[in-house]
Nanobody, 123 residues
Framework: QVQLVESGGGLVQTGGSLRLSCAASGRTFSSYAMGWFRQAPGKEREFVAAISWSGGRTRYADSVKGRFTISRDNAKKMVYLQMNSLKPEDTGVYYC????????????????WGQGTQVTVSS
C-alpha cells in the first residue's frame, strides 16, 4: 500500500500557473494508476486528471484539457499536476489518489488518498 502527500497549492491570479506534487511512499508505487481530483466548497469531488502506472496513458476532464498536464516519475515516486491558465473555477482542494486498477475518472475506484492541498485562483 502507498501513502500520499500533496504539496504545491497556493493563491494565484487568473491566468497564472501552479505545479502540484504528490509524494508517495511504499515499494509498489509503480503498480498504481494515479489520479488528481478536486473539491470546491459545497460541491462533490470531481475528476481532474489520471495517469496509468507506466505513464503511457493520460486522461483529463474536459474542463482542464489543454491547460493541465499530469505526469509521474516512478523512480522518485512522484506524481505532478502542472496547471496553466488558471481560472477562478479551478479553485478547490486538490487530492492525489492511487488505484491498483486502471486510470479511472471515478473517485470510488481509488484506494488511497492524500490529505489535499488548497488551490485558490483570484479573479
Amino acid at each position: 500500500q502507498v501513502q500520499l502527500v500533496e504539496s504545491g497549492g497556493g493563491l494565484v491570479q487568473t491566468g497564472g500557473s501552479l505545479r502540484l506534487s504528490c509524494a508517495a511512499s511504499g515499494r509498489t508505487f509503480s503498480s498504481y494508476a494515479m489520479g488528481w481530483f478536486r473539491q470546491a466548497p459545497g460541491k462533490e469531488r470531481e475528476f481532474v486528471a489520471a495517469i496509468s502506472w507506466s505513464g503511457g496513458r493520460t486522461r483529463y476532464a474536459d474542463s482542464v484539457k489543454g491547460r493541465f498536464t499530469i505526469s509521474r516519475d516512478n523512480a522518485k515516486k512522484m506524481v505532478y499536476l502542472q496547471m496553466n491558465s488558471l481560472k477562478p473555477e479551478d479553485t478547490g482542494v486538490y487530492y492525489c489518489a492511487a488505484n491498483l486498477g486502471w486510470d479511472s475518472s471515478v473517485p470510488d475506484q481509488y484506494d488511497t488518498w492524500g490529505q489535499g492541498t488548497q488551490v485558490t485562483v483570484s479573479s
